[in-house]
Nanobody, 123 residues
């Protein structure tokens, strides 16, 4: 069983910062790409940032220069540092990871989602 657990969300004033964490646990052999998505009320879920196993990154235009995605492979954890937050960044943020799992003599891969963490930016 593989789980992703996000943390670090909260309420912050415009211009402030938050750091989200996404910790993966379970029968993990390796983690390929990791990404952060967000979903605001009444809107579709959108990709915010992604990072490959080789630490190549890409960002949505709306967050470039303000958000930084990173990962600690030894801890099976991903991060999203969010600076200069704006009210339009308010959303539930979800972590996604493509994980290769291994259990007994079986191995497979799948995409997993965390439960989401609320980020609210007040003006």
């Amino acid at each position: 069983q593989v789980q992703l657990v996000e943390s670090g969300g909260g309420l912050v004033q415009a211009g402030g910062s938050l750091r989200l964490s996404c910790a993966a646990s379970g029968n993990i052999f390796s983690i390929n790409a990791m990404g952060w998505y967000r979903q605001a009320p009444g809107k579709q879920r959108e990709l915010v940032a992604a990072i490959t196993s080789g630490s190549s990154t890409n960002y949505a235009d709306s967050v470039k220069g303000r958000f930084t995605i990173s990962r600690d492979n030894a801890k099976n954890t991903g991060y999203l540092q969010m600076n200069s937050l704006k009210p339009e960044d308010t959303a539930v943020y979800f972590c996604n990871a493509h994980i290769v799992w291994r259990r007994n003599n079986l191995q497979g891969s799948s995409a997993y989602w965390g439960q989401g963490t609320q980020v609210t930016v007040s003006s």
